[in-house]
């Protein structure tokens, strides 16, 4: 049995070097300040201070990534005949 392992959050560590500092820094550097900085081991950055590169390696297919087509815009026609005079907030009953 494997022991369980910390995850290291990059993301979590970048947003605060970011709004202390105003210096924004991809996740690679990231990793790479914590390393020598010796604030994670070599064994930490490739274990548990991995870069999230999308759900492709679980999943066969990203939802995220897929295209759908959308309805054609439609147009308001405001000036059509026998529209409603309604006020602000009547006839929502």
């Known amino acids: 049995m494997t022991s369980p392992t910390n995850s ?3 993301i979590y560590i970048k947003a605060a070097i970011q709004a202390a500092t105003g210096v924004s820094l ?12 010796g604030l994670i081991t ?5 274990k ?3 870069i999230f590169r999308g759900y492709s390696e ?5 939802y ?6 959308s ?3 439609k147009e308001l ?3 059509q005949e026998g529209k409603q005079n309604l006020r602000f907030g009547e006839g929502l009953g």
């Open 8 to 10: 290291i959050n990059l």
């Open 26 to 37: 991809t996740l690679k550097e990231v990793r790479q300040y914590l390393l020598e900085e």
């Open 42 to 46: 070599p064994k930490q950055a490739k």
């Open 48 to 50: 548990e201070a991995t």
């Open 58 to 62: 679980f999943y066969d297919y990203d």
């Open 64 to 69: 995220g990534e897929s295209k759908t087509e």
């Open 71 to 73: 309805d054609p815009a």
């Open 77 to 79: 026609n405001f000036d």
